[in-house]
């Protein structure tokens, strides 16, 4: 999709479709709202009448379409909800659900009025660019296998009009770093979505050379011989029952001139979860190829930090294998020994995430002696039983990056909510034979023992975040229809938004 930007008003533009936001009727509200005044001149007074007779009421997913008495065209109106709860994300989300309204409707060039999606003390800057966010984030589609079903919008112009045309160089500043930002999310989905036959360790590592390629950023591969020689016990048990060996997949991106921060973004990358030997039931196995989100997320995350040049060095690792069960798999009862040298029980082959986070935690603290690491993971079913499908859990003990990435999820609209990581914790994930176990006897606090797994091969000196991301990473039937307009069905790639913005504001 193309995204223009036009002093203009809308309604002197040659578009299929002009689409306005229209904040939510309020009790005893009769009049239009003063807002919507150049639309209803649009139609010809036909938006009055309808509001009059209560037709419509600008609640939020609601979308009315209006056809122009001049033949020039329809008037889309997106609800915006009650004018004072409007913020960022409500605007996001309108565009998103407007142009998903408008797929199969003959609406390939559509015009947003600005003015309309204003937002009290927010610069219009940013309503631009969450318009932009949204309709570009909300018209994805994987089409990889199969040709679009319907037709879809292909241009989205933001009309500035008086009111804001004075500041379209602003304007399209701000909307340039989105687009970048959202052609990166669409990238991103789509290795996410690819399935486990085409999606192998081997091709995440292809992808991550083609990346650096691209973009410049030095890449290393340690394949299955390497991970033998660093002692990647993690890696190499977990990916022992697949023909599709390991991977652990390095990017580099220098920062600007001068950085004097270096941040690891770690991603589990398990291209299949069959579970192993404790293998799953057979339920929504077809959707675990998934598995791989945190680790295509991290791709995503390194190609956004090139392109938008963030400030800090940002290194990137993807532990990538396939969790199959086989003659030659893992087993219940084993004993792993990892990069750094702390040795794992594993209790349950399923529990293998973690397994393959600890080397690649191990490796990056040691080798790249980072002042950050953040891994993304879809780890727990826990997490997703806490916090639901579209909230990522946080677990960290640095409360200053606590905060950091709390701000950038507030502004990315990706949310995340802090979980706490106890001594408790820590004591129940300790094995009588081995330094750590990788499963509990008890089921409760799944998400918080297998952030306190994570943190022994991190250690206390280096500040750590945990994303649990199993929850807002993908979406299936059952909850694509409470997840954001802009979230599609399959993968979402969650936290690549959120980890940019905070690598943005200085990843403090």
């Not at 003015?115 to 589609?141: D, N, T």
């Not at 600890?358 to 690491?373: K, T």
Request: charged share 25%; net charge neutral.
């Amino acid at each position: 999709m193309k995204i223009a930007i036009d002093r203009r008003d809308a309604s002197a533009a040659d578009v299929e479709v002009v689409v306005s936001g229209l904040p939510e009727r309020a009790e005893g509200d009769a009049p239009l709202p003063k807002a919507a005044a150049a639309d209803d001149l649009l139609v010809g007074g036909l938006l009055a009448a309808a509001w009059g007779r209560k037709e419509l009421s600008g609640r939020r997913k609601e979308v009315t379409t209006i056809h122009r008495p001049d033949g020039r065209g329809r008037l889309t109106l997106v609800g915006l909800g009650p004018r004072g709860a409007a913020d960022v994300e409500t605007v996001r989300r309108a565009a998103a659900e407007a142009v998903k309204a408008l797929k199969g409707r003959a609406a390939t060039r559509v015009g947003f009025r600005l003015s309309s999606f204003s937002v009290p003390r927010i610069p219009p800057e940013e309503v631009a660019a969450a318009i932009a966010e949204g309709a570009l984030l909300g018209g994805y589609e994987f089409t990889r296998y199969r040709p679009p079903k319907e037709s879809s919008v292909e241009e989205a112009t933001i009309f500035l009009g008086k009111e804001h045309a004075g500041r379209s160089r602003s304007v399209a500043r701000s909307v340039d770093r989105t687009r970048t930002l959202a052609d990166v999310v669409r990238w991103t989905r789509d290795i996410a979505n690819l399935p486990a036959d085409t999606a192998t360790p081997e091709r995440l590592a292809e992808e991550a050379r083609a990346l650096g390629k691209e973009l410049g950023l030095k890449v290393t591969v340690h394949d299955e011989k390497e991970l033998a020689k660093m002692n990647c016990g993690g890696l190499l048990g977990v990916g022992s029952g697949s023909s599709h060996p390991p991977r652990l997949v390095v990017l580099e991106y220098p920062g600007r001139r001068g950085a004097k921060r270096t941040v690891a973004v770690v991603g589990k990358g398990i291209t299949f979860d069959s579970g192993g030997i404790s293998i799953k039931p057979s339920m929504h196995l077809s959707d675990m190829k998934f598995d791989k989100s945190g680790a295509v997320a991290v791709l995503g995350i390194l190609r956004a930090a090139a392109l938008l040049k963030v400030a800090p060095r940002v290194v990137g690792v993807l532990a990538c294998a396939e969790n199959l069960p086989s003659g030659h798999a893992y087993r219940p009862g084993d004993v792993l020994t990892t990069y750094n040298g702390k040795t794992i029980e594993v209790l349950n082959t399923d529990a293998e995430g973690r397994v393959v986070l600890a080397d690649a935690l191990g490796y990056v603290v040691d080798r790249h002696h980072p002042d950050v690491v953040i891994d993304l993971a879809t780890l727990t079913g826990a997490c997703v039983v806490a916090l639901g499908d579209d909230t990522g859990g946080l677990m960290t003990t640095d409360d200053r990056l606590a905060r950091a990435l709390a701000t950038a999820a507030s502004e990315s609209g990706e949310p995340v909510w802090r979980l706490p990581l106890t001594d408790y914790h820590r004591e129940l994930v300790k094995s009588e034979v081995a330094d750590v176990r990788n499963s509990t006897e008890m089921p409760p606090a799944g998400a918080l023992t297998a952030a306190a797994f994570l943190e022994t091969f991190v250690g206390r000196n280096v500040p750590w975040a945990h994303l649990d991301i199993a929850g807002p990473a993908w979406t299936n039937g059952g909850t694509r229809k409470y997840q954001p307009s802009y979230q599609p069905a399959g993968a979402t790639a969650f936290g690549v938004r959120l980890v940019t913005r905070y690598l943005e504001n200085g990843a403090a």
